[in-house]
């Protein structure tokens, strides 16, 4: 079965989280040389993420909270892929800083295999819209302790409600991507073409043309 809901607003799908300038431009540079294994601790700093188009396959999304270095608690939903295909990203990422706002944005993926790649990826969010969104072999709410079809991140045992909302498919196809994010993990997360720059202000990716 095949669903498509239009300008869809979810929660979820996003690319890295930085609690500095610093260790995000280390992290990028490890990422650009290929496949890394990425786990990030959650800063608390707000991303925004746009996409041309995001496909996945085994998609499963559910509700959790996520708890800052701070201790400030974040509902969200996180959207798990086994494998997630990405053309067209843009991160934008604004850090205080004592000389005023900067904002590191990271740009990676066209099209083909120059696409990124990821896989056992999991995106912490608190809004997503999409130009389109079509998800083939979808069950929604199914309880959170039934999903099949898609991955449950490991860190958040304990965390999800096995009785609670939570929606999977076997695949997922998103164009004209926008996310909020506070964090993402992956076991393997592949950035073809990037390209780091930091910029005085605030500056935020444009949603590209699927």
Known sequence: MSQTFGKTRWKRFAVVMVPTIAATAAVGISIAQGALAASFSISGIPATVTAATLDGTGFAQYGTVDVAQDGTVTPVAVSGFKTATITDMCQSVPIKTP???????????????????????????????????????INIGVAGGGITKGPVNPQDAGKVDPNGFAQEA????????????????????????MHLTIKKGNHVCPIPAP
Do not use: C, P
């Not at 066209?110 to 083939?136: C, H, K, N, P, Y």
């Open 170 to 193: 076997t695949e997922a196809h998103l164009k004209g991507v926008e996310q909020q994010s506070l964090a993402t993990s992956a076991g393997t997360f592949v950035l073809n073409g």
């Open 99 to 137: 000389l005023g706002t900067y904002t590191l944005t990271i740009k990676a993926g066209g099209s083909g295999s120059d696409a990124v790649s990821a896989t056992g990826i999991f995106l912490d969010m608190t809004e997503l819209q999409a130009r389109s969104a079509e998800f083939d072999g």
